[in-house]
């Protein structure tokens, strides 16, 4: 258990709808990082917050947001959605902005249907 | 970032030492490199870090040569619950955003 809990676990939704996963960081970190791995794809980096201001901005479509709420858990908002955004989603936390390591939560799979 | 090239896939015996190469042919001084793995889909697990020394804890060893140029996982007897792929990463020692780059990995299978 790396102490970082997504919710939910899975999500089954229509296409042109909008949905919110849920990441709540391991106790301590201020760090958070998106990540999204399409069926047979690798890890995308999406975004990162740091104490809820936005740190860093990887492949995320303009359709997909994220914010970082004062108690550090984090939400990734995904609207407008289509089949091609089936995909697990991941979050990561660290501590601080240093070099230190990042752990992943289980993911949230998302299938748009 | 500095990329990094890793073989595709890899097998292994059980019992025996895996050694899991990565290149890293472009790394510069402030770059650390790291090992995750992710085991069917689940969260990538982090493994080892380190800068220019080796390192060891209680899952693998990390040997990087001088040059840091290269670089080597070591698991000292795998086992099947180790069958995974392993990222090898090079991440900036910034404090700017250093969100980690994750390539195609090296596909792990551990043989019984």
């Known amino acids: 258990d790396s102490g970082v809990t997504q919710t939910p676990k899975h999500l089954i939704t229509a296409t042109g709808q909008r949905v919110t996963l849920r990441c709540s960081p391991r106790s301590g970190d201020l760090s958070v990082y998106w990540y999204q791995q399409s069926l047979d794809q690798g890890l995308q980096f999406l975004i990162q917050y740091y104490n809820g201001e936005e740190r860093a901005k990887g492949n995320i479509l303009e359709r997909f947001s994220a914010q970082q709420f004062p108690d550090l858990h984090s939400e990734l908002n995904l609207s407008s959605l289509e089949l091609g955004d089936s995909a697990l989603y991941f979050c990561a936390s660290s501590p601080t902005l240093l070099n230190t390591e990042a752990f992943f939560g289980q993911g949230t799979r998302l299938t748009v249907v | 970032d500095a990329k990094t090239t890793q073989p595709p896939s890899m097998d292994c015996a059980e019992g025996r030492a895996a050694n899991l190469p990565c290149n890293h042919s472009?790394?510069?001084?402030?770059?650390?490199v790291y090992w995750y793995r992710q085991i069917h889909s689940q969260g990538p697990q982090y493994i080892i870090h380190?800068?220019?020394n080796n390192e060891t804890n209680e899952m693998a060893s990390l040997i990087i040569t001088e040059d840091r140029k290269s670089s080597t996982l070591i698991l000292p007897h795998a086992t099947l619950r180790d069958t995974a792929v392993y990222y090898c990463i090079v991440r900036p020692r910034t404090n700017t955003g250093n969100q980690f780059y994750f390539g195609t990995g090296t596909s792990l299978t551990v043989i019984p």
């Open positions: 380190g800068l220019k």
């Open positions: 472009t790394i510069s001084g402030n770059e650390y």
